[in-house]
């Protein structure tokens, strides 16, 4: 300990804050997290620096971004990120970048930038503590002015009865956004965001990352006399309820403004839902409804019930979206290695003794050899492990397989979809493989505990999620890991597309594909029935009271005990109560198993995706009228591998949403 305490301090005196004026490269950090405040978790943080080359000539160099932890020898305590930079004589740049920060003792954990050149010499660096954990929730305000964010601020804090005041400034931390994040992940940190600005400040990049972070699941709040652009004022219409009530439409095909299909569909005060996320549209700072929405926040035992339950997810007895389907489609459509079973292993054993004892025992004995057996049995045990080797090998890849699902999620009124990728490469030896993916997917740390368990039970004695201890970000994201043989491992990522239109159903009942792309399977389901598409093609308009249906309660209901389980609803959907579970019998539990037991020999189905779900419609489209699923061979993530030629498998699916009517 007395040793390390000097170190420490050495290398501290020499991570300034601001890079040297020496240096060749400046580096300094503008902010983490939204304005400096954030929660450490499975969340993207928000790193923003400025780098700045103070010579006078063009040098290449690359910057190195980590967490490191004082108290284990300066080591990375996250996945470390490299960027490769070219700069021209005094050139400086402002990086923005996703780091995930790992909770820890704050006091022992720094965030550190790093400048290498050519020679990789250190060129620049700085470092700065990583600061006290937020807790509670994190609200971001975007205003026209400090003003007005001090008096929401104030508004917010002082609604609702002192033991409510007294909650809220416990639970909530409020920020001014000066500079709203153009990155939809840079919200992450946020629950709630609260725009009281002219949307005409803000980039058509801006705008996204907040339509982005509303369907990531985030709560946005528009002060409607603050945005200024247009969009009819009143209190929003009532959608009418109906059988199979996809809204329609063509709206999307003139020129809009900010979340208008939703602003027109949302009255003062009430939340919608919007992808996993909540949209709030309130009049005025200074209004009612501004009061009553933001009272239940700190909700105490004196506040009304009524009041507990406007607020997104209080007192609603609602489960969150599924996010298995990739998962799903992974083991469906991905490569798979196909081990013996206990069963051919057993007659291989049984095999192997049946011959030794019939040559050895019999043979043997009956010629007057049985000396030969020292020679026998093992030629038998060597013959033998060579058949079972060849056998068992047979379908082991030859060559290395890269395999790409994505699951894009939006709905019937926008084409701006979030999308949750998963990445398998397969190895047909012992080596090291350089995966390539776009840039604009951002890494996802793997989930420990149950899912490695989930992995393994999938494929046995295979890998799982990749370790991943950092990567290169330009253009594309870069990174190498190390396969054994006969092995694969699996890389995560999060993103959002915007498709040429979307799914939509016009007044005469007709089902538009305006996304761009064409399916290869589709199907719409609803509380009652399930249709059944086949192919989509782009551009395709087809009749849903001409496709054949089935009953949604009998092809869903399934529960078997078997890992992976089938995937739930991609959506918010009520929890069913105790008397609607079913008591299976051992016939129905026997035959739902041996369904399951049979999917390997059987070609993909979009049905599949439905088994999982609860057979009561009406608590499966509690907030949703029906859902489209669509499985595409287009719009994948164009993954690669650096110097190889794999065997690829990739494939999308495109869930849409149908909330409401026209």
Not at 180 to 185: A, C, F, M, R, T
Not at 508 to 519: E, K, M
């Amino acid at each position: 300990m007395r040793r390390r305490a000097p170190l420490l301090f050495l290398f501290l005196f020499g991570l300034a804050p601001v890079s040297r004026s020496a240096d060749a490269v400046s580096i300094k950090i503008r902010q983490v997290g939204l304005e400096n405040i954030y929660n450490p978790g499975n969340s993207p943080t928000l790193v923003s620096f400025d780098v700045r080359n103070n010579t006078m000539q063009t040098i290449p160099i690359s910057i190195l971004l980590d967490e490191l932890s004082l108290e284990n020898y300066a080591r990375s305590v996250t996945t470390s990120i490299q960027l490769p930079l070219l700069l021209s004589p005094g050139e400086e740049r402002t990086l923005r970048v996703p780091l995930q920060i790992i909770p820890g003792d704050n006091r022992r954990l720094v965030i550190y930038l790093e400048a290498r050149d050519a020679h990789n010499l250190i060129a620049g660096r700085t470092a700065r503590l990583v600061g006290s954990k937020t807790d509670g929730q994190i609200i971001g305000l975007i205003c026209t002015a400090p003003e007005l964010c001090r008096n929401i601020q104030q508004s917010i804090l002082l609604s609702g009865s002192p033991e409510e005041q007294t909650q809220k400034s416990k639970i909530l931390r409020m920020v001014q956004l000066s500079a709203p994040p153009s990155e939809g992940w840079a919200y992450a940190v946020a629950s709630t965001v609260i725009l009281a600005a002219p949307i005409a400040r803000l980039s058509e990049a801006q705008r996204e990352a907040l339509e982005i972070f509303l369907r990531d699941g985030g709560t946005l709040v528009l002060i409607e006399d603050q945005i200024a652009d247009g969009v009819s004022s009143n209190s929003g219409a009532n959608p009418a309820s109906g059988r199979l009530s996809f809204s329609d439409s063509n709206v999307l095909n003139r020129n809009l403004y900010f979340l208008e299909p939703y602003r027109t569909r949302s009255p003062f005060g009430k939340s919608l839902p919007v992808g996993s996320g909540h949209l709030v549209r309130l009049p005025s700072v200074t209004g009612k409804e501004f009061l009553l929405y933001f009272r239940p926040m700190g909700f105490s035992m004196s506040t009304p019930e009524g009041i507990r339950k406007q607020f997104p997810g209080s007192a609603q007895e609602l489960q969150a979206a599924d996010e298995n389907q990739s998962t799903w489609l992974m083991r469906r459509l991905g490569t798979s290695f196909q081990f013996p079973s206990f069963l051919e292993i057993l007659l291989w054993m049984i095999g192997y003794l049946l011959v030794v004892g019939v040559v050895n025992f019999v043979a043997l004995r009956r010629i007057g050899r049985p000396e030969w057996g020292w020679l026998s049995i093992p030629a038998i045990a060597i013959f033998t492990s060579v058949l079972l080797y060849g056998t068992s090998a047979r379908h082991r890849p030859r060559n290395f397989n890269l395999d790409d699902m994505v699951v894009y999620r939006m709905d019937n009124l926008s084409p701006l979809a979030t999308a949750d990728a998963r990445v398998r490469i397969s190895s047909p030896r012992r080596s090291t493989v350089e995966p390539i993916v776009p840039g604009d997917w951002v890494y996802s740390l793997p989930r420990r505990g149950f899912e490695g368990m989930f992995e393994g039970s999938v494929n046995p004695g295979s890998g799982s999620a990749a370790n991943v201890s950092g990567y290169v970000l330009t253009r594309s994201w870069e990174t190498s890991l190390s396969l054994r043989k006969w092995s694969f491992t699996e890389l995560n990522f999060r993103g959002s597309r915007r498709f040429a239109g979307t799914i939509s159903r016009d007044t005469a009942g007709r089902l538009h594909n305006d996304t761009g792309i064409s399916f290869r399977q589709a199907i719409v389901a609803d509380h009652a029935d399930v249709y059944l598409l086949d192919s989509l093609p782009a551009g395709a308009v087809v009749d849903l009271a001409q496709v054949p249906r089935r009953s949604f309660s009998k092809e869903t209901g399934r529960s078997v005990n078997r890992l992976p389980a089938y995937p739930g609803p991609p959506f918010r959907f009520h929890k069913p109560g105790d008397e609607r579970f079913r008591n299976f019998s051992e016939a129905e539990i026997k035959q739902m198993e041996e369904e399951w037991d049979k999917l390997a020999a059987k070609p993909f189905s979009l049905i599949e995706l439905l088994r999982g779900w609860s057979p009561n419609g009406d608590d499966v489209f509690a907030e949703t009228r029906a859902v489209f699923l669509g499985l595409s061979d287009q719009a994948t993530l164009g993954s690669s591998l650096r110097d190889e030629s794999p065997d690829r498998k990739s494939a999308s699916l495109m869930v849409v949403t149908f909330g409401t009517r026209p």
